[in-house]
């Protein structure tokens, strides 16, 4: 089976040849470790996610390398007091690094809390200085580059008139860019609005700071994962991705910087995830239509009318292409809930069923259904459709069960190993059935059916006791038309 | 209440007095990420958590900085064959920051599971790869160091020659130093057998290298915390802390560093944490007495009963002073096991019982026992002391709820308090109680007393029905002499 991608670079889905035989090399940008993860970004991370966990059950080894942003992040080349890590950290009065200490932390946690697996390296910004002075450096050396009071610029017209293309992934005219440029504090240090910056000087009051061929300073942005992608997966790699926000003007630097060194395309994929939105407008803190990844698990926010367990918030995001805008809305996480609740219970229902007899044979073609499951997860990365299959699968296992559809011990057992790996490897969702919950709702129906029962009987000392009993240990009893529930109090 | 603290450099107790009022800065030697951390390596850093929690308990903020060593930590000088990243590298068919990755990602996991904070900064060697390289030639430019063949070494007869006294931390005598040394691969290199690399020249197969002034190499282990505490808490800064098998060399050559290079003491308090032992013995792989951190919580080991929880361990732990040797066996942790659910249950009965009228007063001298506790917390910080007078408090709170004892509404809201800080805050145990267990089992004590009530009154078919009913449920009662029990099926 030929697994095909959507490449940003060429606009059409391919197939995937990866470099060396059965070993994919993967780069992702990482998070900018300044304040807390969005969640717009937990859906990157976790489509790019479930695009290593696909990769690895089709048989790759990867190397899956995902950046940590710790220094030198310019919201833009000229001015140097948006230096996101400075700005925060008199804020906070904090040291930069332990700024980036806090936010990291937080971010692991985020994401292990969705289940998302750590790539295989995490190589941060300020760990590859060194590397990035030495980029920078070539870049000079061969003339694509040139110092200006201290900083270093990266030449664009030059790159251009030697038969090279800016512009190529984001489909850009390098003369509409020109055109269309405004006009920013320390452009003046540039010879083109567009050239940006691979070594920025530091004002004195700028914390993060090394030393350099071209005196203190630190990093441009696009430079570390140029720096770091070359340093663990080479001049050349398989697959690059990122959120859609930043194919333009990060890829695009990336592309030019990777080009310029080493006279080579340097990715040979580039994957762009798509947006997510909330109630279908873009999320953003300044119209307050923003909500932070735990705040949507914890139901502690003016969106949602309860909490979702992270598992379902990954089961919601999966149900969408990653290549397709996702819209969440109250109505549709209490949707997902209940498709992943009946998931569940169709993986619960499928380690009890028994198996038809050998002869009797299967009422579901396995090797066809298969294939689909196949066809989706291979055509790129398609979850939501291997969603639908696999929802075919949980309906065909409800019927199971009243002994409407049968299947084969081998079927059967195809099925439980498949559905396994589908739920839990590849969508990398979790059972989030706790034991003890069901034995303490199944004892407290048990004290009910007794109420009940003393109840018919005019037993009314024996119902009351059992209702204040409970009571006194913070459980309540309700009766209601459709009998009694209860509560923990 | 001053506090005072054991000096490994004085070796005596001394008064605290920050170098920055009410600011701690504190450095603690981080793990070597090559393999999984030690269970020994966890008591040492749960030792300075504890320190750490204290010292924001007193008041000071504290910039804490735990490094990670991910490079170059050569287990002896001259033998680069002997560098623990890339021997395991070609074990695993992994790139060296892969290992890192995976060990990093282990490591917190493990110290997240026994309930460390993480540090406020967190750095890498890697990612200091440049300040080393600056620090070597700050020696070198004052004569403290000399290059061969590639290769920086630390001159420590030159540095004693000058008045300074390489062994004034670990008390070794230079002389005997001389003349214990054995006989190393590469130490043709070095003018004399106890000078230490600070740049070391990589061969061909090293894969971890930097470029540097005096070739393609990697920083020697003992200049990376001299360079990540140097940037992180100044030239000169107040604890620095480790295990006491870090005291020499490594300690002593991080004296040396600083002095040669600022001319001053870096550190103002050396605390060393002692071994832990097995059984009364050392642990060791080679002996087979040996045990992971995570083996001894999962009960997959050859050498305790059963599975103890993370909170019990730390328990155990800090049952023991830091600068005491600390025996672990299947007696002592089945011992405090017990303890700290007695523990736990006095923290239960404290959110329970009543004071008694203001008029009447208190049994216990409130203000003597919280001195006791801040005595015991201030004397280098004594946890075992600290733990003996909460059990004193234990002890009156299991007389308080018998209403032997009695306590004024002021001084029963400050106990609360207190305990709470001390127990959950600086000593950071959790209470492991899940509360739907709890629900379950006061719902099934509901259920036993309406079998007894049931029983006691003939209606067997009551008190058999419960039984059946709660057996089809998996939940088997049991009637023994102390009454009737009950367990998950």
Chains 1, 2 share one sequence.
Not at 165 to 173: H, K
Not at 292 to 309: T, Y
């Amino acid at each position: 089976m030929e697994l095909k991608i959507y490449n940003s670079l060429s606009g059409e889905k391919e197939i995937f040849r990866p470099i060396h035989e059965n070993n994919v090399g993967m780069y992702v940008c990482g998070p900018t470790v300044y304040s807390n993860v969005h969640l717009g970004n937990v859906r990157t991370f976790m489509s790019f996610d479930f695009i290593y966990r696909s990769l690895t059950h089709l048989g790759y080894k990867v190397r899956y390398v995902r950046n940590i942003t710790d220094a030198g992040h310019l919201t833009d080349d000229g001015d140097v007091d948006n230096d996101r890590f400075v700005k925060q950290s008199r804020l906070e009065k904090l040291e930069p690094m332990e700024i980036v200490q806090k936010y990291t932390v937080d971010f692991h946690k985020v994401l292990e809390n969705f289940n998302l697996l750590p790539p295989t390296i995490e190589p941060t910004a300020t760990g590859h200085i060194l590397e990035q002075i030495e980029l920078t450096q070539k870049l000079l050396d061969k003339g694509f580059a040139y110092e200006s009071n201290g900083s270093v610029y990266f030449d664009v017209l030059e790159y251009n008139s030697r038969g090279l293309n800016y512009g190529e992934l984001s489909r850009r005219n390098i003369e509409e860019l020109f055109a269309n440029t405004r006009d920013l504090d320390g452009q003046n240090e540039k010879k083109n609005p567009q050239d940006f910056a691979l070594w920025k000087a530091a004002s004195p009051a700028h914390i993060m700071r090394w030393n350099s061929p071209w005196g203190e300073g630190f990093p441009g942005w696009h430079l570390e994962c140029t720096a770091m992608s070359t340093k663990y997966l080479g001049e050349k790699f398989d697959i690059h991705g990122g959120g859609m926000d930043l194919k333009f003007p990060h890829h695009e630097c990336e592309v030019a910087q990777g080009k310029a060194c080493n006279g080579t395309e340097p990715v040979n994929y580039w994957l762009h995830a798509n947006m997510l939105t909330m109630n279908g407008q873009r999320m953003s803190k300044s119209t307050g239509n923003y909500i932070l990844p735990m705040e949507l698990v914890s139901g502690n926010n003016d969106f949602f009318e309860k909490a979702f367990h992270p598992a379902i918030v990954r089961f919601n995001f999966l149900q969408a292409h990653y290549r397709s805008v996702l819209d969440i809305s109250n109505e549709a996480m209490v949707a997902s809930e209940k498709g992943f609740q009946r998931l569940m219970e169709a993986m619960k229902i499928l380690n009890q069923v028994s198996a038809a007899d050998n002869q009797q044979g299967s009422t579901l073609n396995m090797k066809e259904w298969k294939e689909k499951c196949y066809n989706a997860l291979t055509d790129d990365f398609n979850s939501p459709i291997l969603i639908s299959h696999l929802f075919e699968a949980v309906n065909f296992i409800f019927k199971l069960k009243d002994e409407k559809e049968k299947l084969s011990p081998e079927d059967l057992e195809e099925l439980k190993k498949l559905m396994n790996v589908f739920v839990y490897e590849v969508l990398g969702l979790q059972n989030i059935e706790e034991n003890n919950n069901e034995k303490l709702d199944q004892t407290l129906r048990v004290l009910i059916e007794l109420r009940n029962q003393a109840r018919k009987s005019k037993n009314f000392e024996l119902s009351d006791q059992i209702r204040d009993r409970l009571l006194a240990e913070g459980i309540e009893l309700k009766d209601g038309r459709d009998g009694t529930s209860y509560s923990l109090i």
